[in-house]
Every structure is written in structure tokens, then in C-alpha cells.
């Protein structure tokens, strides 16, 4: 808030070196004002942007997040990143509104280094929008706890979502257009709804250690001649294990829609050798 009590929201810009940033630049240069409670950060390619950071400017208390590159066919690299940043915005929108967030705090827009007036005006067209909308959360109706959870939960199905979406994340169609309709709320929800979990029946490991060394996120908790363990809070859903668990154990298994099986505790995981059984 400021001093005479007018909502002063806190807005990341997240533009490209190459385009947006220069005409950040020129903006500054022909003194056309902007509001200041706009942060810049400047990123080589609009590409680079991933979901996550903007998950991570909403929980860490931004307002709004701006995305901003080059003019569509005028990215510097090759594949051109522009489509990359239009793709993941659509999608990023539609888990905000998954979360009850609403999706105009997102904004991604084209902007050339020659475009300093019309930097200016997109900055302060998105500011004004914000100042109204209010806090997040305010005009969504969420409390503060509420909405940091929410931001978690969908937050942490990200790498799952990416995954599943990854032939559109990665379109390049000249149409803009179809962009707005790549994913819909309903494709969205459901993803989300049927999110799989990987769980190791303790029965049918064997501690051959496969599954551990090949997951990418080290979510195994993994020991010799100890049954093996997903750690559900690091597991991003890859699935690799469940392929790379040998068949003739077959101890892995996908688990949607039901609760995850809780884990054996240390002292009942020790595998017993076959001799050791037949003794006891
Ligand atoms: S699903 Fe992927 S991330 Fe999760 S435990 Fe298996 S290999 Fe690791
Ligand atoms: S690959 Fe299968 S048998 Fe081997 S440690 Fe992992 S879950 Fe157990």
C-alpha cells in the first residue's frame, strides 16, 4: 500500500535481451514513464521462461508477472523461442485458473527494441489492470494460506505437466491464433485429476537398485538389501522407474486416483536371504 493507502501491487517483468529489453531501454532513454513498482528481469530468450518461475514469482507474493519478446519470426535463436514462451503462457494461464488464480495476472506480450512508447503503454495498461484487479487472492476470494497451498499443489505437478504436454510445448505454428486453444480448462483439470503416483510394493523388491540409479530427480530412497522407497514429495511423475524395475520382479506400480500405500519403516524393509528364511 502506499502512503495514502492506494494498493501498490509488486509486478515482475521477465523480458528477452534482444527485443523487449531494449525496448525497456528506450522506454528509460526517451524518459516515457512507466510505473516503478514494475521489476525487470532480463533472460536471453522469452523460451527460457519456464512454468516454474512463474509459479515462483506468484508464491514468492508477485501481483503479476509480464512476460515480454521478440515480435513473432524476430527471435535471435533458431528454433525460435517466441513459440516456446506463447505455448508455456497458455498453458501457465490455464493452472493459474486451475488454482483459482486469474489468469490476466499473466500477461505475455511482443515488443520490439524500437518499441520504447509501446513498452510505456503495455506497462502501464498492465499496471492499471492490476492496481483494480487488487492483491492476489483478494479479488479471487483466497486467503493467503489457502493460496500458497494452491500454488504448491499445482505448482509441484509442473514437471508431470510438462511431460504430458510436452508435443505442444514444443509447437511451432505461425498461426498465433490456434494458440489461445492448444489446451482447454477441462484437458487441464483432468490431467491434474488423474495425476499418477508411483508407489514399490515392499512384497515383490528386491533391492536391485535399477530404479534408483536411473530416476532423474534422486526421489528413491534407496539402501542395500532394503526394499526401496518413492519418496512422493520429490517424485515429478516421470515414470521412469515403473519401465526400468526388471520384469522379473515387476515391483513398481502407477497408482491414480487412490491414496499411496504408506511406507514400510526402516527396521521392516531389510531384504532376507533365501537361506535365512528357509532357517527361520
Ligand atoms: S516416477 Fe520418476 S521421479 Fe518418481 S520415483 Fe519414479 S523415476 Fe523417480
Ligand atoms: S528396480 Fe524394482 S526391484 Fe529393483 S530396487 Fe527398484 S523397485 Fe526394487
Known sequence: MSAEGKFTPKMIGIICNWCCYGGADLCGVSRFQY????????????????????FLAF??????VFIGGCHINDCHYNPEGNYDALSMVNLCKKLLEHAGINPKRLRLEWVSA???????NIMNEFGREIEELGPLGKSEGIDSTELKLRLE????????????????????????????????????????????????????????????????????????QQTHIVDQEKCIKCGTCLTACPPKFSAVTKITGKEVPPPLPEDKRTIVGK??????
Open 35 to 54: 510505473p516503478t513498482y514494475i521489476r525487470l528481469v532480463r533472460v536471453m530468450c522469452s523460451g527460457r521462461v519456464d512454468l516454474k518461475h512463474i
Open 59 to 64: 508464491s514468492n507474493g508477485a501481483d503479476a
Open 114 to 120: 524500437g518499441e520504447g512508447i509501446r513498452f510505456a
Open 153 to 224: 499443489k499445482t505448482g509441484k505437478l509442473i514437471p508431470y505437466l510438462k511431460l504430458a504436454k510436452m508435443k505442444e510445448l514444443a509447437l511451432h505454428n505461425h498461426d498465433q491464433g490456434m494458440y489461445a486453444n492448444l489446451y482447454t480448462s477441462e484437458e487441464v483439470d483432468r490431467l491434474i485429476r488423474e495425476a499418477p503416483s508411483y508407489w514399490i510394493d515392499q512384497e515383490k523388491c528386491r533391492a536391485c537398485m535399477t530404479c534408483a540409479k536411473r530416476c532423474p530427480v534422486d526421489a528413491i530412497i534407496s539402501a542395500k
Open 275 to 280: 537361506d535365512k528364511e528357509n532357517a527361520a
